[in-house]
């Protein structure tokens, strides 16, 4: 996946957190990196261009958050 997405349109792809995270991947590929390694490179990367969208809490958090809500004075 991260391989594919690399391809797609980002905003700058000779920014240096860019063209790591492109390094990394074929490295993972290659069998010289650890995959987790090159995805939070690439998770890193995306998330400097603004490309990630901010996940929702779980639905666990939301029923904390909804339990305290009703605890609190």
Known sequence: MPKKALGGRWKNKEAAGYRAAVRLVND????????AVAFATFKKAATEQGLLKPAKPSAALEMLDELWSRLKP
Do not use: E, F, L, V
């Open 28 to 35: 993972a590929m290659n069998g010289i990196c650890r995959p």
